[in-house]
């Protein structure tokens, strides 16, 4: 039985593979599992029955057999530790790349996350400038971080792994500020990543959803 996870019927990303289960469709491609998807409604979301599986009404869950899973890094996480591919075998290698989706999502998504929300439901209020003016320095400083990090490599530490899978992801965020070509390092990591075969699967997948959805 292939595993399924849920997505949005009409995702308000219109296409663009921000929606997180994006993430999930990736590693699942990445590591080489067929798995099935089951569309939402923003009404189905909010039902009890979906509830009972994710509190927050939120997208992707996942499921296989008796396993239910929410939260995109902690499925990614299920995903890269049950197959082979995107975490290292040498136990060092594995706990650091593990570190850097830790990082992925607990030190750089949050404030790309806030600045991103505040363009889309803050623009027209008064305080938005001042806001940004703080939010902006606190994402350069995130990037500049890791942009030093990585330097002239392909990857975060090594091979490509899960690690990089959620970074790329965090960072594909800041594509509407063009904040991360302001870093070339961290740009050109970008396109690596969407350059893979196995992310332009997911991509292509999650995109056919969405024409779907506006073909109606």
Do not use: C
Request: proline residues 6%.
């Amino acid at each position: 039985m292939h595993p399924t996870i849920t997505a949005f019927e009409t995702s308000p990303d219109r296409g663009k593979g921000l929606a997180r289960d994006m993430r999930v469709r990736w590693a699942l491609e990445e590591v080489g599992q067929p798995y099935e998807v089951r569309l939402l409604s923003f009404k189905e979301m909010k039902e009890p029955a979906y509830l009972a599986l994710q509190p927050f009404g939120q997208i992707p869950v996942y499921q296989e057999g008796g396993l239910v899973l929410f939260d995109s890094g902690a499925i990614v996480f299920h995903i890269a530790e049950r197959h082979a591919g995107l975490l290292p075998s040498d136990t060092n290698a594995r706990a650091r790349a593990i570190t850097w989706m830790f990082t992925a999502v607990s030190t750089m998504e949050p404030p790309v996350v806030e600045h991103g929300m505040m363009k889309i439901a803050e623009s027209r209020e008064p305080w938005f400038e001042s806001r940004m003016a703080l939010l902006e320095p606190r994402v350069r400083a995130r990037l500049g971080q890791l942009s030093a990090h990585l330097g002239d490599a392909d990857w975060l530490d090594g091979a490509f792994s899960a690690g990089d899978l959620l970074m790329i992801s965090v960072l594909q965020r800041l594509r509407s500020s063009n904040l991360v070509d302001e870093y070339p390092n961290l740009a050109a990591y970008v396109a690596r990543g969407e350059a893979r075969p196995a992310y332009q699967r997911a991509f292509a997948a999650q995109l056919a959803v969405f024409e779907a959805s506006q073909a109606g």
